[in-house]
């Protein structure tokens, strides 16, 4: 089925998600939303949330559920889209895992590590290979920060 025979509504909906998405960091970053509200806000407008969910991994927006969450990230299929992450943005998708309180922890742990150390994990990250960087952020797609 092609764009032009879906319902208006429903790519209207999915242009909602990625709307929202896109103002929560994406696709530099990983975005989770709470699952429930998600299949439900579809099924009020008379959709499944996992046509909505097709259409998405159409475009190169894959999701995966965790839990309650439901997890989007960017379909990396080149080693040019691999190298567009770096460090920073990964450690972003942590944080956006955590609640508060994990946050505000980490961000006092960090205070306490030297910058020598942290300048040391940049550059492990840079001579890592665009495979390694992939594996990488696999394994944070999967992470859940402990309660």
Do not use: C
């Amino acid at each position: 089925m092609t764009e032009e025979q879906l319902d208006p509504k429903l790519l209207e909906f999915v242009s909602l998600v990625e709307k929202n998405l896109e103002k929560n960091g994406f696709p530099a970053n990983t975005v989770t939303f709470p699952l429930e509200k998600m299949y439900a806000s579809a099924s009020q407008r008379g959709f499944s949330f996992n046509k909505v969910r097709d259409l998405l991994q159409q475009k190169g927006v894959v999701s995966e559920i965790t839990g309650e969450r439901i997890l989007f990230s960017q379909h990396l299929d080149s080693e040019a889209d691999l190298e567009m992450f770096d460090m920073q943005s990964v450690m972003q998708q942590i944080l956006q895992k955590m609640t508060p309180e994990q946050q505000a922890e980490v961000a006092s742990m960090m205070q306490n590590v030297p910058s020598e150390n942290i300048e040391q994990m940049k550059q492990q990250w840079d001579l890592m290979s665009a495979t390694e960087k992939a594996d990488r952020l696999k394994d944070l797609q999967k992470f859940t920060p402990e309660s």
